[in-house]
């Protein structure tokens, strides 16, 4: 079920927030109307769905719109026009309708924000920060301390529980502002580029942190930030926003190798397809393989047979090799050697399917299902690496 829906979402600055929609349904540009009438149209009917457990990256360039999309989910901008519906147990809750006891409920139990900022008290220790919110929704101190407690060890930070915020980094700050979000046990979470103002090496080990956290929590994210490499790495989607508009939006490989617009195009233009290629989109569908029966041949020069059972793949001339599954394994390459033929998902980077091409020297078989869907071999892997490549259908 989607946690958030959008639907036709117009968010306008200013006292002639009417005026200003006449003027959006005349066809007039944001620039026009901050000429005409003084009016800033943040978001222009803009409809997106965020489904539970999903991290949505919002990206754009500074004044694109995306931190005021964000901004609405919580009711901090005010919806002009449009719907904005929160999941609330097992009703939906429009944030442009409700009345200040609904938006209070809200922000308190089913939605809580991370800020670039931190946002921290400084006359707070660590604990009583990320303790805070809970202090608001008048639960008792021991009861509140406990779970904060729970949270700081969770981010790497139970030593310092009692320290304030000028005696920590950065880095440090910003686990605090995570761990008083997650307190919270809100099921959605708004992060406003909450990792810009941090170094290269820290923003990115708080990228894997959340990860991590995410596997556990299974969060819905909105996440607002304009580095492409971050979406790239923690979006199960990708939203591109442009002078308010939503431009494309879809998972990060589509994004990347099928940019809609000039925009977008230039958008990605630097970025590297083996960040976000799959094996799906370059793999050698079964019906470009030679077929005998329930049976293939996936390599000539080994006179290489991979034969389909019912749920269950066996190998035919090289009697030595053995059937790996990658993810059972756990993604452990020292694993993996020249008598190791490997069985993966067709949603395996690409990435990780050279590195096993290399240990192995066999094709990469792709298997959903129980069934065998296609192969990588070489020429896929030389496809990725120098980027001239047609995407498959399936992608």
Not at 109 to 115: G, L, W
Not at 133 to 159: F, S, T, Y
Not at 339 to 364: C, F, W, Y
């Amino acid at each position: 079920m989607d946690a958030i829906t959008i639907k036709n979402l117009d968010v306008v600055f200013g006292k002639k927030t009417e005026q200003a929609l006449e003027l959006l349904d005349q066809g007039r540009t944001r620039q026009e109307i901050i000429d005409e009438i003084g009016q800033i149209v943040g978001v222009d009917n803009v409809s997106l769905s965020v489904k539970e457990g999903e991290i949505c990256v919002l990206m754009g360039l500074s004044g694109s719109g995306k931190s005021s999309l964000l901004r609405a989910v919580n009711g901090l901008n005010e919806v002009s026009r449009g719907e904005l519906m929160i999941k609330n147990g097992d009703k939906l809750v429009d944030i442009a309708q409700c009345n200040e006891e609904t938006l209070r409920h809200l922000r308190t139990q089913r939605v809580s924000m991370v800020f670039q900022n931190f946002a921290l008290m400084p006359w707070l220790t660590v604990l009583d920060n990320v303790a805070f919110g809970l202090e608001m929704q008048g639960i008792a101190k021991n009861e509140r301390r406990a779970k904060a407690r729970k949270q700081i060890e969770m981010v790497g930070l139970a030593e310092w529980e009692e320290k304030y915020p000028h005696e920590l980094s950065g880095g440090m700050q910003q686990r605090v502002g995570l761990a008083r979000a997650f307190t919270m046990d809100t099921d959605i979470l708004l992060m406003d580029e909450p990792f810009s103002a941090l170094d290269p090496l820290i923003r990115s080990q708080l990228q894997d942190e959340l990860l991590l956290l995410q596997t556990k929590l299974n969060k819905t994210i909105l996440f607002v930030s304009h580095d492409l490499d971050e979406a790239l790495k923690i979006g199960n989607n990708i939203a591109i926003m442009e002078s308010g508009k939503l431009i494309q939006h879809g998972k990060p490989e589509d994004i990347v190798l099928n940019p809609k617009t000039e925009y977008v195009k230039d958008f990605v233009a630097h970025t590297n397809p083996l960040n976000v290629l799959k094996g799906r989109s370059l793999m050698q569908p079964l019906d470009s393989l030679k077929q005998e029966d329930q049976r293939w041949k996936i390599c000539d020069a080994k006179n290489l047979w991979v034969n389909q059972h019912p749920s269950t793949l066996s190998i035919e001339g090289q009697p030595e090799l053995t059937l790996v599954k990658w993810e059972q394994i756990n993604n452990d390459f020292s694993a993996i050697n020249q008598t190791t033929l490997v069985i993966a998902s067709p949603e395996i980077g690409m990435r990780d399917a050279i590195k096993l091409k290399q240990l192995s020297n066999h094709p990469i078989l792709l298997v959903e299902d129980n069934q065998l869907v296609g192969i990588l071999d070489n020429n896929e892997f030389y496809s990725a690496l120098i980027g001239d490549f047609q995407l498959n259908n399936a992608a």
